[in-house]
């Protein structure tokens, strides 16, 4: 069995017992075996090793010990003098077993390898203990300095002192990461907050919890409250690996975020004698195991948490996205639902006229007491819709001037079956936009016909893309953009970058009679296992609450009407 750290130290400062020195006596005999390479050497100046492939023996200090089952399966050790080059990394992963302890000064020999973009030593022939060290952790700031990059810090102890900021929890709950970036979230480069898509990446890190185990039992960052994007953290140390095509920090100081992004109990207030709200439902349905819920149990937990979300809300008229398009079944349901908790009576639905092929529709509901509709709902003919909007004109109950809500759900930015001017442009507004400026054009043809409209929904753009532009050029008053402070504006998170997907854009006349707009945050910032899934999500953080009831946060309008 190995000798414990501290009876190694005890040994190599003994003395001299009996004529024989103790140190010599007690030293490990791999320990006379000096290293052929410095572990600068094994690394080199690049992303690969010039020494790939051969077997090397090299000397450092375990940094940080990750040979749990659950765990890396390794170790992470580092040379306590640098050598004179600054792109030469002075730590290296080592994949072994065999048992050390975090400040041992080891002898190690073992074949350099690249593993997935990570440097290592793997397999390992031998583990020599050799006494103690010390390393301590370089500073580091992002965004690194001109001509720097994170290879030069792979396999190194490293600390952040500047303040991080959550700006991606995705893969928390599946995987144990998070992204924390400098200067606080990251916003999307199309979203008009002066961002590039290098900037951010610059600005970004990602930091894994020292394991490749799908699912953990426990969750980082979830005791005693769970980690929000916008959550701040200062100090984060740990060592620096690589893998699925990313730089990972793996902590070896536990990181405590500050709770900088309170969650917000309800909406902020908007004012006006009629609300107006967008949502995006994060597929509704009535249909088990289509898009939406797969159980029965699941169903209800899903309708729990949109009725919450709705009842916060308490808007007068709701535009409604990825509701099941199965007639007025999903959304007589989600009504239902929502007057059993608001007051029977409370709300109604308007039927849509011609709801298109797709799987999902927009939806629209109203609270009869506070607005009737005028005259029959609308639609367009035009096949350049593939979920064609849903129109409206209401009058207020206490007034007479008429609006009309035009409900609206863009072709999404996905890429299956681009082609041509459809295909991604290169320009940040991924595919489909050609589309996408089809459908605003149309559109803001229907606004221009309507008395005092009010253009809503998720319209798969961010705001200072080409499909947000046609409506604003064609009259349109973005009331976000007028009433939501820069840092509050984003309804979505996407690869850990925020952004302006669901807009409420209103005609001239009408904009001057809005009083307030908000855009409740209660969806985009919360990590996605506690929302109604059942599988993957630990029982224990599902709340019947507003919070993870979609991916996109609802935007409120306040109006005052005559």
Not at 28 to 46: F, K, L, Y
Not at 365 to 377: D, M, Q
Request: proline share 7%; charged share 20%; net charge negative.
């Amino acid at each position: 069995m190995r000798r414990t750290a501290a009876a190694i130290a005890t040994v190599l400062t003994a003395g001299v017992a009996g004529g024989v020195p103790a140190a010599a006596a007690a030293e490990p005999p791999g320990c006379g075996t000096p290293a052929d390479h410095r572990i600068s050497e094994v690394q080199g100046p690049g992303e690969t090793s010039p020494v790939n492939g051969r077997t090397v023996r090299v000397e450092g200090v375990v940094t940080a010990d990750f040979q749990r089952p659950d765990q890396l399966g390794g170790f992470f050790v580092q040379d306590p003098v640098p050598d004179a080059d600054p792109r030469t990394s002075e730590g290296l992963f080592v994949y072994s077993a065999q048992e050390v302890s975090v400040g041992d000064r080891v002898l190690v020999t073992g074949r350099a390898t690249e593993f997935n973009g990570l440097t290592e030593l793997s397999p390992v022939s031998s583990v020599d203990v050799c006494g103690r060290g010390r390393v301590a952790p370089v500073n580091v700031r992002l965004p690194l300095r001109k001509g720097e990059d994170l290879e030069r810090y792979e396999g190194m102890l490293l600390r952040f002192p500047q303040r991080l900021t959550a700006t991606e929890t995705y893969a928390l709950g599946r995987y144990g990461e998070v992204t924390v970036s400098a200067g606080g979230r990251l916003f999307q480069p199309t979203d008009g907050h002066g961002s590039t898509q290098a900037g951010n990446d610059a600005r970004r890190l990602l930091v894994d919890d020292g394991s490749n185990v799908q699912n953990p039992d426990t969750i980082p960052y979830t005791d005693p409250r769970v980690l929000r994007i916008g959550d701040s953290t200062q100090g984060l140390t740990g060592v620096l690996g690589y893998g699925f095509g990313e730089y990972r920090l793996q902590p070896t100081v536990k990181a405590r975020f500050a709770n900088a992004n309170r969650r917000p109990a309800k909406p902020r207030h908007v004012g006006g004698n009629v609300r107006v709200a967008s949502f995006n439902t994060l597929n509704w349905f009535t249909t088990l195991g289509e898009r939406g819920a797969d159980t029965a149990q699941e169903q209800e937990r899903q309708l729990a948490k949109l009725t919450a979300a709705l009842k916060g809300l308490d808007a007068d008229v709701v535009g409604l996205m990825e509701v099941e398009n199965n007639g007025d079944a999903a959304v007589g349901a989600l009504v239902d639902a929502l007057n059993r908790a608001t007051g029977a009576g409370t709300y109604a639905w308007v039927r849509h006229p011609r709801p298109g092929a797709d799987a999902i529709h927009v939806a629209l509901i109203y609270k009869p007491g506070k607005v009737t509709p005028v005259g029959a709902a609308r639609s367009s003919q035009d096949p350049v819709f593939d979920r064609p909007p849903l129109v409206q004109t209401f009058r207020p109950a206490s007034g007479r001037t008429p609006f009309t809500v035009i409900v609206n759900h863009f072709k999404s930015k996905g890429c299956d079956g681009a082609t041509g001017p459809d295909a991604d442009q290169g320009d940040g507004q991924g595919c489909y936009n050609a589309r996408r400026v089809a459908q605003a054009e149309a559109v803001a043809a229907i606004a221009d016909a309507s008395p005092n409209p009010l253009v809503i929904g998720d319209l798969n753009a961010y705001a200072a893309e080409d499909p947000v532009k046609v409506l604003t050029d064609g009259g349109l008053v973005s009331q976000t953009r007028r009433f939501v402070p820069p840092h509050e504006r984003y309804s979505y998170v996407f690869d850990g970058q925020s952004g302006e997907l669901d807009h409420i854009l209103a005609g001239r006349s009408l904009s001057r009679r809005a009083t307030g707009a908000t855009i409740w945050h209660v969806n985009s910032d919360e990590p996605v296992f506690l929302d109604y899934n059942t599988e993957f999500n630990p029982p224990e953080f599902y709340r019947p609450d507003a919070f993870r009831s979609s991916d996109h946060d609802p935007v409120l309008l306040g109006l005052r009407l005559r």
